[in-house]
């Protein structure tokens, strides 16, 4: 007979939170102008920016509502800047408006570019110090333990209830084992691992791309004070070379300069020498990416270049900002993201959440990209209301213990999240 303790437990591999995608981005609280008006990642973005300046200012972690600028380097690339205004005003963004480059200029004297997009919501934070402080919170409270460095290797539903299992990662034990009424996961690069292990489908597969960082030296951080965009590229994926600048508690106040979005050789490929050969073997059966590929050649082979050529990543930063130069900059950290493409080639353009897996007792987020650390509260009150439907949560009444962080079925039962 398995028992289940009255515990919230988060289960977390890594020896601290945020070790990712969340600690290895850009920063920037997007205000919602790119996402398709009506899809979950719309309404999450906008929604979630407001609450994630709110928790900030709460808690005193650092942000800064620096406003950004979409720029059109051309007048070729002026009539993306309509669709995103036409786009961003349907999501609810409040404030854009398009302005022309002497006025880009008058705000941003090193920015030369034809027009902009002016949004003035967007912000910077740290999502790392963040996710470090909810840790804390839920840390804290009496009915919920966060374990760290527990590495999920197995999952099964035992008369009713799940016995998850793992171990520290690279180790080969102890073993080290949770039971759990009910599971959400949610494990970024690791999220289709970890939602088969929850009884979820083989497919969506992720596949991963590296984002390279330089920053400007510190005499030259000063070179603009807003986040400075180009118009999205082609391909539907995040690619663009843009100026950010950051409030990062570790890493300080820099001025940033990317990233990249080169193709990933293994799930955590934090540079090109990083290779799998279990993920070699997803890309190369993976015929999503390979349609992907074969209609964006130039995107395909140029981002990988760019990777691994200073001055051809540094060519499409003097796009936005001409006077950049290389001695300029040094090199910074790189992330790696998450990305998942459909059987046609194009790039999946929401979230995806699989329900009732593992005999009904498992929710799976599949995928959660950009803008996933500005929306994350949002999405959290999502996944709370998607399994208070599917596990039977709730209904309508407090939580059992006052500060609970999930809801409480009437039987008491608890969940584990995995992440």
């Known amino acids: 007979m398995l028992v289940v303790d009255d515990d919230d437990d988060v289960l977390e591999k890594e020896a601290e939170v945020a070790v990712h995608q969340t600690g290895h981005n850009s920063g920037v ?65 409040e404030g854009l408006e398009i302005i022309d480059g002497a006025e880009v200029a008058r705000r941003e004297p090193n920015v030369k570019v ?37 590495e999920v290797d197995g999952m099964a539903n035992v008369d009713g209830v799940v016995e998850i299992l793992g171990r520290e990662p690279g180790q080969k034990g102890p073993t080290k084992r949770v039971i759990a009424r009910n ?21 969506p597969a992720i596949l991963t791309f590296r984002g390279t960082y330089y920053q400007m030296k510190p005499e030259f951080n000063d070179i603009c004070a807003t986040n400075i965009y180009p118009v999205p590229g082609g391909g539907g994926i995040p690619v663009g070379v843009h100026f950010t600048p950051t409030v990062n508690q570790r890493r300080g106040s820099q001025m940033i300069v990317g990233p990249g979005a080169c193709l990933a050789f293994d799930t955590e490929a ?5 290779v799998g050969l279990k993920h070699l073997w997803k890309l190369a059966t993976h015929i999503g990416l390979w349609r992907f590929c074969f209609a964006n050649l130039d995107l395909a082979f140029t981002e990988m270049y760019r990777d691994l050529n200073k001055k051809a990543f540094m060519d499409q930063a003097r796009k936005l900002v001409p006077s ?89 039962g608890r969940a584990a999240g995995t992440g």
């Open 114 to 150: 034809h027009s902009a997009l002016w949004s003035p919501n967007t912000g910077i934070a740290d999502f790392s110090a963040v996710t470090r402080h909810v840790a804390d919170e839920l840390d804290q409270q009496d009915n919920c333990d966060v374990h760290l460095q527990f």
């Open 270 to 274: 934090y540079s090109f020498s990083n």
């Open 183 to 203: 599971v959400i996961t949610a494990g970024g690069l690791q999220s289709d691992t970890v939602a088969k292990l929850g009884g979820g489908a083989p497919d």
């Open 324 to 412: 950049v130069t290389d001695d300029m900059v040094e090199e910074s950290f790189a992330g790696v993201m998450a990305q998942i493409f459909n059987h046609d080639g194009s790039p999946a353009a929401d979230f995806i959440f699989e329900r009732n897996m593992n005999q009904g007792t498992t929710l799976n987020v599949r995928n959660a990209p950009t803008p996933a650390c500005t929306a994350s509260f949002a999405i959290a009150e999502e996944v709370v209301d998607l399994a208070a439907e599917d596990f039977g949560w709730g209904q309508g009444v407090p939580p059992v213990a006052d500060g609970s962080v999930f809801y409480a079925s009437p039987d008491d």
């Open 29 to 93: 609280i997007h205000a919602g102008i790119y996402y398709q008006p009506g899809s979950a990642m719309a309404r999450c973005c906008v929604n979630g920016a407001r609450k994630m300046y709110e928790y900030c200012m709460e808690h005193d972690l650092p942000y800064s509502r620096c406003g950004k600028m979409i720029c059109a380097s051309n007048e070729a690339e002026a009539p993306v800047l309509e669709k995103l205004l036409a786009t961003g005003t349907a999501n609810g963004v």
